[in-house]
Protein backbone atom coordinates (compact mmCIF):
# COMPACT_ATOMS: atom_id res chain seq x y z
CA UNK A 1 0.00 0.00 0.00
CA UNK A 2 1.74 3.56 -0.86
CA UNK A 3 1.64 6.18 1.01
CA UNK A 4 -1.34 7.65 -1.73
CA UNK A 5 -3.66 4.97 -1.08
CA UNK A 6 -3.04 5.09 2.52
CA UNK A 7 -3.73 9.44 2.49
CA UNK A 8 -7.23 8.41 0.42
CA UNK A 9 -8.42 5.67 3.18
CA UNK A 10 -7.22 7.91 5.91
CA UNK A 11 -9.42 10.99 4.28
CA UNK A 12 -12.31 8.52 3.99
CA UNK A 13 -12.54 7.61 7.02
CA UNK A 14 -12.04 10.64 8.64
CA UNK A 15 -15.39 11.77 6.77
CA UNK A 16 -17.05 8.78 6.83
CA UNK A 17 -20.27 9.23 9.63
CA UNK A 18 -22.10 6.19 9.61
CA UNK A 19 -25.70 6.34 10.57
CA UNK A 20 -26.74 3.08 11.93
CA UNK A 21 -30.20 3.87 12.29
CA UNK A 22 -30.86 4.28 8.66
CA UNK A 23 -28.59 1.28 7.88
CA UNK A 24 -30.89 -0.84 10.44
CA UNK A 25 -34.10 0.55 8.66
CA UNK A 26 -32.62 -0.32 5.35
CA UNK A 27 -31.74 -3.98 6.53
CA UNK A 28 -35.35 -4.13 7.81
CA UNK A 29 -36.92 -2.93 4.54
CA UNK A 30 -35.22 -5.11 2.71
CA UNK A 31 -36.34 -8.18 4.74
CA UNK A 32 -40.00 -6.41 5.14
CA UNK A 33 -41.06 -6.43 1.36
CA UNK A 34 -43.74 -8.98 1.82
CA UNK A 35 -46.08 -5.84 3.82
CA UNK A 36 -45.49 -3.09 1.61
CA UNK A 37 -47.02 -5.11 -1.02
CA UNK A 38 -49.30 -7.25 1.35
CA UNK A 39 -48.28 -10.19 0.79
CA UNK A 40 -45.41 -12.73 1.85
CA UNK A 41 -42.58 -12.88 -0.12
CA UNK A 42 -40.54 -16.59 -0.46
CA UNK A 43 -37.28 -17.09 1.46
CA UNK A 44 -35.34 -17.43 -1.91
CA UNK A 45 -36.44 -13.82 -2.82
CA UNK A 46 -36.18 -12.23 0.24
CA UNK A 47 -32.67 -13.63 0.87
CA UNK A 48 -30.60 -11.77 -1.69
CA UNK A 49 -31.52 -8.37 -0.47
CA UNK A 50 -30.80 -9.29 3.40
CA UNK A 51 -27.16 -10.74 1.91
CA UNK A 52 -26.71 -7.65 0.16
CA UNK A 53 -27.34 -5.36 3.20
CA UNK A 54 -24.87 -7.30 5.40
CA UNK A 55 -22.26 -7.04 2.45
CA UNK A 56 -22.51 -3.53 2.24
CA UNK A 57 -22.24 -3.03 6.05
CA UNK A 58 -18.73 -5.37 5.99
CA UNK A 59 -17.59 -3.59 3.50
CA UNK A 60 -18.08 0.00 5.24
CA UNK A 61 -16.40 -1.51 8.42
CA UNK A 62 -13.56 -2.81 6.61
CA UNK A 63 -12.71 0.65 4.82
CA UNK A 64 -12.57 2.35 8.61
CA UNK A 65 -10.66 0.04 9.94
CA UNK A 66 -7.96 -0.04 7.72
CA UNK A 67 -8.11 3.75 7.53
CA UNK A 68 -7.62 3.46 11.19
CA UNK A 69 -4.74 1.20 10.76
CA UNK A 70 -3.27 2.88 8.23
CA UNK A 71 -3.36 5.79 10.81
CA UNK A 72 -1.79 3.57 13.72
CA UNK A 73 1.16 2.04 11.81
CA UNK A 74 2.14 5.32 10.41
CA UNK A 75 3.48 7.17 13.91
CA UNK A 76 3.85 11.10 13.99
CA UNK A 77 7.54 12.58 13.79
CA UNK A 78 8.77 12.89 17.57
CA UNK A 79 9.88 16.33 18.36
CA UNK A 80 12.12 15.17 21.59
CA UNK A 81 16.20 14.80 20.03
CA UNK A 82 17.63 11.58 20.89
CA UNK A 83 20.54 12.05 22.72
CA UNK A 84 22.86 9.21 23.30
CA UNK A 85 23.85 7.89 26.34
CA UNK A 86 27.57 8.52 27.51
CA UNK A 87 29.31 5.74 29.52
CA UNK A 88 30.18 6.44 32.77
CA UNK A 89 34.62 6.38 33.51
CA UNK A 90 35.12 2.81 35.24
CA UNK A 91 38.44 4.34 36.66
CA UNK A 92 38.38 5.62 40.26
CA UNK A 93 38.50 9.20 40.28
CA UNK A 94 41.71 11.59 41.16
CA UNK A 95 42.16 12.58 44.80
CA UNK A 96 44.79 14.76 45.30
CA UNK A 97 46.36 14.02 48.64
CA UNK A 98 48.28 17.02 51.09
CA UNK A 99 50.61 16.01 53.85
CA UNK A 100 49.46 17.39 57.23
CA UNK A 101 51.82 20.36 58.52
CA UNK A 102 53.90 19.64 60.35
CA UNK A 103 53.99 21.85 64.00
CA UNK A 104 57.73 22.97 65.22
CA UNK A 105 58.14 22.13 68.84
CA UNK A 106 57.63 24.48 71.58
CA UNK A 107 60.26 26.41 72.84
CA UNK A 108 61.04 27.35 76.15
CA UNK A 109 60.65 30.74 77.41
CA UNK A 110 63.55 32.84 78.88
CA UNK A 111 63.56 33.55 82.57
CA UNK A 112 62.26 37.10 83.42
CA UNK A 113 65.90 38.25 84.64
CA UNK A 114 69.60 37.07 85.30
CA UNK A 115 69.50 34.08 87.35
CA UNK A 116 73.57 34.19 87.99
CA UNK A 117 74.74 35.70 90.66
CA UNK A 118 75.07 39.44 90.86
CA UNK A 119 78.40 41.53 89.29
CA UNK A 120 80.21 42.60 92.29
CA UNK A 121 84.31 43.86 92.79
CA UNK A 122 84.85 40.71 93.87
CA UNK A 123 84.38 36.91 93.05
CA UNK A 124 80.92 35.68 95.17
CA UNK A 125 81.64 32.73 97.26
CA UNK A 126 81.72 29.54 95.62
CA UNK A 127 82.18 30.90 91.79
CA UNK A 128 85.75 31.42 92.03
CA UNK A 129 87.14 29.80 88.81
CA UNK A 130 90.06 27.06 89.17
CA UNK A 131 92.62 25.81 86.96
CA UNK A 132 92.87 22.77 84.85
CA UNK A 133 95.95 21.56 83.62
CA UNK A 134 94.92 20.61 80.77
CA UNK A 135 94.02 23.94 78.99
CA UNK A 136 96.47 26.25 80.88
CA UNK A 137 98.31 28.27 78.81
CA UNK A 138 101.41 30.31 79.78
CA UNK A 139 103.99 32.86 78.62
CA UNK A 140 106.77 33.97 80.55
CA UNK A 141 105.42 35.52 84.05
CA UNK A 142 102.05 34.91 82.82
CA UNK A 143 99.71 31.80 83.06
CA UNK A 144 95.66 31.92 81.54
CA UNK A 145 92.97 29.18 81.49
CA UNK A 146 89.21 29.80 80.32
CA UNK A 147 86.62 27.80 81.34
CA UNK A 148 82.46 27.80 81.42
CA UNK A 149 81.49 27.58 85.24
CA UNK A 150 79.50 24.85 86.34
CA UNK A 151 76.82 27.16 87.55
CA UNK A 152 75.62 28.02 84.50
CA UNK A 153 72.35 27.04 83.38
CA UNK A 154 69.34 26.37 80.09
CA UNK A 155 68.81 30.27 79.95
CA UNK A 156 72.23 31.86 81.53
CA UNK A 157 76.14 31.14 81.33
CA UNK A 158 79.21 32.56 82.80
CA UNK A 159 82.35 32.16 81.17
CA UNK A 160 85.72 32.73 83.46
CA UNK A 161 89.19 33.38 83.12
CA UNK A 162 91.58 32.35 85.23
CA UNK A 163 94.77 34.79 85.31
CA UNK A 164 98.19 34.14 87.50
CA UNK A 165 101.13 36.09 87.51
CA UNK A 166 104.79 35.33 88.65
CA UNK A 167 105.53 39.39 89.03
CA UNK A 168 103.77 42.45 88.98
CA UNK A 169 101.74 43.82 86.11
CA UNK A 170 102.49 47.44 85.25
CA UNK A 171 99.85 47.21 82.65
CA UNK A 172 96.72 44.63 81.76
CA UNK A 173 93.96 44.47 79.33
CA UNK A 174 91.75 41.61 79.18
CA UNK A 175 89.40 41.15 76.22
CA UNK A 176 86.34 38.22 76.36
CA UNK A 177 84.14 37.60 73.30
CA UNK A 178 81.20 35.48 73.31
CA UNK A 179 79.86 34.24 69.88
CA UNK A 180 76.30 35.51 69.51
CA UNK A 181 74.62 31.72 69.32
CA UNK A 182 70.98 33.08 70.12
CA UNK A 183 69.74 35.59 72.97
CA UNK A 184 72.65 36.45 74.05
CA UNK A 185 73.00 39.27 76.02
CA UNK A 186 74.64 40.95 78.73
CA UNK A 187 73.92 40.29 82.23
CA UNK A 188 77.13 41.71 83.84
CA UNK A 189 80.63 40.87 84.96
CA UNK A 190 83.00 40.40 88.21
CA UNK A 191 86.59 40.37 89.00
CA UNK A 192 88.86 39.89 92.02
CA UNK A 193 91.11 42.58 91.90
CA UNK A 194 89.49 45.88 92.87
CA UNK A 195 86.72 47.44 90.45
CA UNK A 196 88.53 51.19 91.49
CA UNK A 197 91.64 49.99 89.15
CA UNK A 198 89.97 48.63 86.22
CA UNK A 199 87.90 50.09 83.08
CA UNK A 200 84.79 48.03 81.99
CA UNK A 201 83.48 47.88 78.79
CA UNK A 202 80.69 45.86 77.36
CA UNK A 203 79.52 45.96 73.64
CA UNK A 204 78.33 44.02 70.55
CA UNK A 205 80.28 44.37 67.80
CA UNK A 206 80.02 41.89 64.70
CA UNK A 207 77.94 39.14 66.17
CA UNK A 208 80.19 38.68 69.14
CA UNK A 209 79.95 40.20 72.52
CA UNK A 210 82.70 41.73 73.53
CA UNK A 211 83.70 42.16 77.43
CA UNK A 212 86.97 43.91 78.21
CA UNK A 213 88.94 45.09 81.30
CA UNK A 214 91.83 47.52 80.98
CA UNK A 215 93.79 48.58 84.13
CA UNK A 216 94.08 52.51 84.53
CA UNK A 217 97.40 53.87 84.24
CA UNK A 218 99.28 54.31 87.59
CA UNK A 219 97.53 51.15 88.86
CA UNK A 220 99.80 47.56 89.57
CA UNK A 221 98.57 44.13 89.50
CA UNK A 222 99.87 42.02 92.23
CA UNK A 223 101.77 38.58 91.69
CA UNK A 224 99.39 36.18 92.32
CA UNK A 225 95.63 34.62 91.28
CA UNK A 226 93.06 36.89 89.78
CA UNK A 227 90.02 35.88 88.06
CA UNK A 228 87.88 37.65 85.80
CA UNK A 229 83.85 36.64 84.72
CA UNK A 230 81.56 37.43 81.76
CA UNK A 231 77.80 36.89 82.76
CA UNK A 232 74.84 36.89 79.76
CA UNK A 233 71.65 35.32 78.99
CA UNK A 234 71.17 33.09 75.83
CA UNK A 235 68.79 30.96 74.10
CA UNK A 236 66.76 28.42 75.96
CA UNK A 237 68.88 25.18 75.75
CA UNK A 238 72.75 23.43 76.34
CA UNK A 239 74.87 26.52 74.67
CA UNK A 240 77.90 25.83 72.86
CA UNK A 241 81.04 27.79 73.94
CA UNK A 242 83.06 26.66 70.70
CA UNK A 243 83.31 30.00 69.58
CA UNK A 244 84.30 31.80 72.47
CA UNK A 245 87.98 33.04 73.35
CA UNK A 246 89.65 35.40 75.35
CA UNK A 247 92.63 37.81 74.41
CA UNK A 248 95.42 39.00 77.61
CA UNK A 249 97.87 41.64 76.84
CA UNK A 250 100.60 42.63 79.87
CA UNK A 251 103.31 44.82 80.99
CA UNK A 252 105.79 42.57 83.46
CA UNK A 253 108.97 44.01 84.37
CA UNK A 254 109.72 46.41 81.35
CA UNK A 255 108.41 43.32 79.07
CA UNK A 256 105.45 42.66 76.99
CA UNK A 257 103.40 39.45 77.68
CA UNK A 258 100.45 38.12 75.47
CA UNK A 259 98.42 35.02 76.04
CA UNK A 260 94.76 33.81 74.38
CA UNK A 261 92.79 30.80 74.79
CA UNK A 262 88.68 29.26 74.69
CA UNK A 263 86.67 28.07 77.29
CA UNK A 264 86.30 24.44 78.20
CA UNK A 265 83.16 23.02 79.74
CA UNK A 266 83.57 21.96 83.29
CA UNK A 267 80.35 20.09 83.84
Same mark, same amino acid.
Given at each position: ? $? &? ?6 ? &??? &? ?30 ? #???? #? ?17 ? #? ?8 ? /? ?13 ? *? ?9 ? *? ?46 ? $? ?5 ? $? ?13 ? &? ?9 ? $? ?9 ? /? ?43 ? #? ?25
Amino acid at each position: M $N &EDISRRLR &EAS &EAHQPDRARMLARVERGTSGATVRHRTPSIGR #AWPK #AALACLATAAVLATGGLAV #AGIVRTPPPS /DTPTVPAVPSPTGPS *PSTSTSPPVTP *PARASAPPGSTGPAPTGTAPSGSRPTASESSRVGSGPLWSEGSVDPHS $NTYWSQS $NVALRNSRPLSALTL &EVRIAQTGGVQ $NTGSWRTLPSA /DFTVTVQEDGGVLVYRWVLKPGRTVPAGQHAFAAQYNHAAGARSA #ARDSYHVDAQASGSSVTDRGGFTQTR
